[in-house]
């Protein structure tokens, strides 16, 4: 019972109890060796030991997400000392690539994509700064204080152990090939580096403009309007028209950027949007040998006379309006319509917004700069004509260039999506 009391009191009481055996007549000799027993045993105050924390970080260039956990991650291993970080990158490496897929067999976790981080038998996909970043200081903070089973190790060690904490397993054999610059022609070489996500947003938004789709059918509204008496009901049923066109635009893009932000950096997703461009630009070249008019190949013949046909009834309506809903509705299907037509540039802004270090604000702001320079050439006809009461259109020859310009940037763009996308990281 005394021994029971002893271990499990305060100092303080361990001298009072000391000086209580003195009383009861027990040998200087015995006091000093009881003391001295349970001293060397360590019940004098011990501080506990914390216990190594291994991460296990896998994560690939051009991933934008691993790019937001990696600093944090570096931040965790310095504020606790018992952290040990080790780094995985799995796009140059096929050993760190075999050690992902090892690891999630181990774990049985999805490792389609990456971030992927590994703390005892837990793993985290995905990093958000919100929620994922709590969620794995919370998992090191448990684990410092109570033993986790470090479930990788067995596949991770022999790689570990040649290198220390925070050194990138693989790195010697890493290599980078270096695609800085790009000769376009007419344009010349161009500094990829050099290109900021403002000018990138406005050539492509350019380029997506000058195709016919839609253009065509703006064109034939604006005919009609100029037979319209009333100015008020000219102006507001072709502004309609065109921002309504820009609406759709703005849905289509921000659903895809979401469903994007949502899945996270998944290679597969990379590679299929570098392939659309990759296709597409091969098709833009295409259309600017066969396609001499430059006209829209996606709406012809009968379609075009439908639509030609429904835009008079729906303009001539006398009830004010039926008229401006039938207008809205006919853009967003004639739009619709013209993001086959586009060959898929906004599909590939997007994927470039979502390999950059934004915030949500940022690339919403984007997308809508990406949709002004898109509408320019819509609202300078629509505004030309209406001052001056006359009919002016883009020569088609432009479109026929841009056909060209943009296949050209197209198939650039795919090329550095599959082999550099970090040169498409701005931010």
């Known amino acids: 019972f005394v021994i029971k009391v002893f271990c499990a009191s305060s100092e303080a009481t361990r001298f009072s109890m000391l000086a209580f055996l003195k009383d009861l007549n027990v040998t200087k000799t015995f006091t000093s060796s009881?003391?001295?027993f349970f001293t060397l045993l360590g019940f004098t105050d011990p501080v506990r030991a914390e216990n190594t924390v291994p991460i296990y970080f896998f994560w690939s260039e051009g991933c934008?997400?691993?790019t937001k956990e990696k600093p944090f991650l570096d931040e965790l291993s310095e504020k606790y000392p018992s952290v040990e970080l080790y780094s995985f990158e799995i796009s140059k490496s096929s050993k760190n690539r075999k050690l992902l897929i090892e690891t999630g067999e181990i774990l049985q976790k999805d490792v389609s994509g990456v971030p992927f981080t590994v703390i005892g038998d837990q793993a985290f996909t995905g990093y958000t700064e919100s929620i994922t970043?709590?969620?794995i200081e919370d998992r090191i903070k448990y684990c410092i204080n109570n033993p986790c089973p470090d479930s990788v190790i067995g596949v991770v060690g022999e790689v570990i152990s040649k290198v220390s904490p925070t050194t990138e397993p693989d790195e010697a054999g890493q290599t980078e090939s270096i695609i800085d610059k790009v000769r376009v022609p007419l344009f010349g070489e161009i500094d990829l580096k050099n290109l900021s996500l403002p000018l990138v947003t406005i050539v492509m938004g350019a380029l997506d403009g000058f195709n016919p789709c839609a253009m065509w059918t703006l064109l034939f509204l604006i005919s009609l309007l100029l037979g319209v008496a009333d100015k008020k009901r000219r102006w507001i049923l072709g502004s309609a028209f065109i921002f309504a066109s820009a609406f759709v635009y703005f849905l289509f893009m921000a659903a895809w950027l979401n469903l994007l932000l949502f899945i996270g950096f998944v290679?597969?997703?990379r590679v299929l949007v570098a392939l659309v461009?990759?296709?597409?630009?091969?098709?833009?070249i295409r259309e600017y040998f066969t396609n001499k008019e430059g006209a829209c190949k996606v709406t012809g013949g009968e379609k075009r006379k439908a639509v030609f046909e429904k835009l008079k009834e729906v303009t001539m309506q006398k009830?004010?309006?039926l008229a401006l809903l039938g207008i809205i509705l006919l853009a967003f299907a004639v739009n619709l319509v013209e993001l086959i037509c586009s060959a898929g540039l906004p599909v590939i802004f997007t994927q470039i917004l979502t390999l950059s270090d934004l915030s949500q604000g940022q690339y919403?702001?984007?997308m809508l700069l990406y949709i002004f320079i898109f509408m320019l050439d819509d609202l300078f006809i629509f505004f030309t004509a209406m001052i001056t009461l006359e009919m002016t259109g883009i020569n088609t020859k432009y479109s026929r260039y841009s056909h060209l310009v943009g296949g050209l940037i197209m198939i650039i763009i795919g090329i550095l999506l599959l082999f550099k996308p970090e040169l498409l990281m701005f931010g």
């Open 277 to 284: 461009a990759l296709g597409g630009g091969i098709y833009n």
């Open 34 to 36: 009881f003391f001295a």
């Open 364 to 366: 919403y702001a984007y």
């Open 267 to 269: 290679i597969w997703v």
């Open 133 to 135: 970043s709590k969620q």
């Open 319 to 321: 009830t004010f309006i």
């Open 64 to 66: 934008p997400h691993c």
